[in-house]
């Protein structure tokens, strides 16, 4: 009897720090420095950082871009142009030098109202810099650059706390 108790208690113990540790991650990915939204023409986008799912993954930094154009704006975008050559809309702008994305990726979410993008970038040639600009040249919706400033020590913050769990 008093082993079960013992044992209650450790798993309810372990499950309040864990459930803390999930509340902070959870305030930190809605973060402003983390998730951005930007409007622009009747066209909204929200830019996610995405943590890596393991402490040693140190290779990909990774971001999702969710698009919901207005109705003028999807009605001019042909399904091609949106899934194919991708990784040439997007680009991170580290201390004044572009990387190009390692890979973008259009997500089939089944949502016909807007898009949604995976793209990845080297992590390690962003690593250095303290700053860092997300940039998405959007020839498809409303033709404009907009661009999205992330402070890397902020997604290092969020990448230590999402492995942490």
Known sequence: M???????????????????????????????AIEQEKQLLGTKMILSYMPPKAIQDTTELMFRLRIFPDNRAAGRVHDNAASFGTDSLFR????????????SQR??????????????FDRQKASHAGSA???FS?????????DFPY????????????CSL
């Open 92 to 103: 991170l702008v580290v201390a004044g030098d572009s990387i190009a994305p390692l890979y």
């Open 2 to 32: 008093k082993r079960t108790l013992i044992h209650t208690v450790l798993v309810l113990c372990c499950c309040a720090c864990t459930q803390r540790k999930v509340d902070r991650l959870q305030q930190a990915l809605h973060n402003p």
């Open 151 to 162: 402070i890397m020590k902020d997604i290092q913050k969020v990448d230590a706390l999402s």
């Open 107 to 120: 997500i089939a979410n089944g949502n016909i109202s807007g898009m949604e993008y995976l793209v990845a």
């Open 133 to 135: 600009r997300f940039v």
């Open 138 to 146: 959007d020839w498809l919706f409303t033709s404009n650059r907009i």
